[in-house]
């Protein structure tokens, strides 16, 4: 039961010109879903992309890392099996399908990059994804159909567009993402798409994603563990209008953060058992380190994440949470939405228990934690963590 | 529910000559449970401490690290409230207890350490806490009262002691800790005293007790929130014999490491929700640092936690929460118990599923990571995460 998030509607996605979709059923894990996505991209494309910092990483990241410096023609995405913790058996499969799409397609495999979510530590079965290759080439560019494809744990399929218009025309930019647990990213979420049809150097393109995921994709955290799989690419097809002003380019950044929020976002609503959206805003902290290790204390305490779930005002934990990273709380103000509920002394004055309840009780709340010991700021979103989390993880492999 | 943990039996614990203990119930949080303790110490007793390092401690923790310094006559213990985030109003309740317990006994309010452990940011009620002193003045000596009285979400009470024969004659050493959520201690658990009759000087008292709490009570963690409460107490009434030896020294180190090693495993066995008690040995590592590094992460992951809740041989999971620390993962082997399950490439060759099912299965379950990197080890207790660690939480102040 995701918190606030709708299924994207189909018409409300833009298709870019220059990305072919495709997807199909390959049954890698269960017959009968989406689990296989190609995504084509016209000769020319730019691309970027972040992965995961995770030193257990997954075959395809370190292929898709690789070909990366390549002129990348499709991307080949299967759910159901990570091809993580595999050997160098992972890697030759995962070669594997490269070959063969590109056999398909007509370019080198070398310009293929794949990418895989599901289980980890078992073989890919390369062969069934090879086999149904063709059908995902047949198919029309879908981007709802192409977050379907993607999804594990995720009941709510995430993809969100927009258009930017630049002097010279306006742009599209469509993305998709997936991902409910393991989600603690530090390049990137567990897998994010984004393209645009708008013109850049692939320099600028991964100079932009690098900034944009450090403001969506690497602010977010359902339950602190980094994925094996993380991967955000950023296509840039060059169809469409390039940025000509120093203005453009910031619009066109700005599409491209909010697209890449929003999807962020949808991650945290769609977080394994979420039933409540908390954003925790830190500000006049020294440096941004200092208020991200302040954020994620509190969005990756249990006892924190627990309280949210009951819809409790327990203060006390947030504050130790806080008090765990060793900052100084001297000069503390903690806020629940606009409420003021203590500082570093103990309970606001004007706190009252109704205050704090009222605020828990939403599906969307803000902890804002005020350091007043400098000018930095950072903003993390989190989920709660309820009985289905437990569930939800202790049933994935039964 | 706890792992593998009955309540001790009153005949297994053992007197210290020189310490004196009684409980009350002063009604603090529920009428009609033992929630205050007393522990009275004779002259001349030396005392060690370690305390929590969240700077969000609580006002007896700021009471008794400073009165540690003077002779300490009595320690006063009250659950039900932690006497955290209270502020100035918090000290000051604090020190109207000792006032109050230093007026009885004879010595000054400075001999006295104050502790709390329960609800944060609620204000002490010292009125009640001074109301039941005269009762807990009376009672007898009694490890086992005395662990009931300073339980709050614990199951079952946690006393041990040990009788250790030094060449001058034997000691006894007893101890009582509490503690089942908001545990992953910094410098020591939730509450924990230990005493002895050894004579010992109170430095080399401090020195012993800050490398016991290294290998005991700084080992263990239940979900990662370090408490704003967080004590250990060590008191050495010097009524018995004194060790004489470097052996005897050795020996009665030994001793009292086992005492605490045993408390702090209780604690763990009695984690909120665990069904698990799980050794995280991780071997030939850098450095200690390394080694501690990778054992919490996999400790603290929710999903390794909630394999263990499900009895998943879930490597995956444990292999990505290694990999999270970035620590080099190229030469590594994973055990689970006796089983070689995986290396930094994948699966054992050797290993079969039912090896890694029969493991987790089983209540106690011992994760070996072997780095192969240096000559460094560490080893960490902790539990599962259950469907019951969100429920106690949950509800804890409803």
Redesign the interface.
């Known amino acids: 039961m995701a918190v606030n998030l709708a299924a994207p509607r189909a018409e409300d996605l833009l298709s870019v010109a220059g990305v072919q979709l495709g997807v199909a059923m390959a049954g890698v894990k269960k017959a009968g879903r989406k689990d296989l996505l190609v995504m084509r991209l016209a000769p020319g494309t730019a691309l970027a992309g972040v992965f995961t910092?995770?030193?257990?990483?997954a075959a395809p990241v370190v292929l898709a890392r690789k070909h990366m410096k390549n002129d990348v023609r499709a991307l080949v995405v299967n759910t159901g099996n990570?091809n993580?913790?595999?050997?160098?058996?992972?890697i030759k499969r995962a070669l594997q399908v490269c070959e063969a799409l590109a056999g398909h397609i007509g370019c080198n495999p070398e310009e293929v990059l794949p990418f895989s979510t599901g289980?980890?530590?078992e073989p890919l079965p390369a062969e069934r994804i090879i086999a149904a290759l063709p059908k995902a080439l047949l198919a029309k560019s879908d981007w709802l159909a192409a977050a379907e494809a993607i999804m594990t744990t995720d009941t709510v399929p995430k993809a969100f567009s927009k258009k930017v218009r630049l002097s010279r025309g306006a742009v599209c930019v469509s993305g998709i993402a997936k991902g409910a647990?393991?989600i603690r990213p530090?390049m990137a979420t567990m897998l994010g798409f984004i393209a645009t049809d708008a013109r850049l150097s692939r320099a600028k393109l991964q100079a932009m994603l690098e900034r944009i995921a450090e403001r969506s994709f690497n602010c977010i955290s359902v339950?602190?563990?980094?994925?094996?799989n993380d991967s955000l690419i950023l296509a840039a097809t060059g169809a469409g209008a390039s940025p000509s002003t120093a203005r453009d380019a910031l619009k066109l950044e700005a599409g491209i953060t909010d697209v890449a929020r929003h999807l962020a976002q949808a991650i945290v609503r769609d977080g394994e058992g979420a039933t409540k959206f908390v954003t925790v805003r830190v500000e006049r902290g020294r440096s941004r380190d200092e208020c991200r290790k302040v954020a994620y204390a509190i969005a990756?305490?249990?006892?924190v994440k627990?309280?949210f779930?009951?819809s409790?005002p327990?203060?006390?934990?947030i504050?130790?949470?806080?008090?765990?990273?060793?900052?100084?709380?001297g000069k503390l103000s903690l806020y629940l939405d606009e409420f003021p509920v203590?500082t570093?002394?103990?309970?606001h004055g004007s706190y009252r228990e109704e205050q704090g309840a009222a605020a828990m009780r939403k599906p969307e709340i803000t902890v804002r934690v005020v350091l007043n010991r400098g000018s930095a700021e950072a903003t993390v979103w989190t989920c709660d963590?309820?009985?289905d989390?437990?569930?939800i993880?202790?049933?994935?492999?039964?």
Do not use: Q
């Open positions: 910092r995770n030193t257990f990483c990570a993580a913790g595999t050997g160098a058996d992972g289980v980890i530590m647990g393991m530090d339950d602190g563990d980094t994925s094996t990756h305490s249990p006892l627990t309280a779930f009951a409790d327990n203060l006390g934990r504050l130790a949470a806080i008090g765990n990273t060793g900052v100084d709380l203590a570093g002394a103990g309970r963590f309820s009985y989390y437990v569930k993880n202790a049933e994935y492999r039964t």
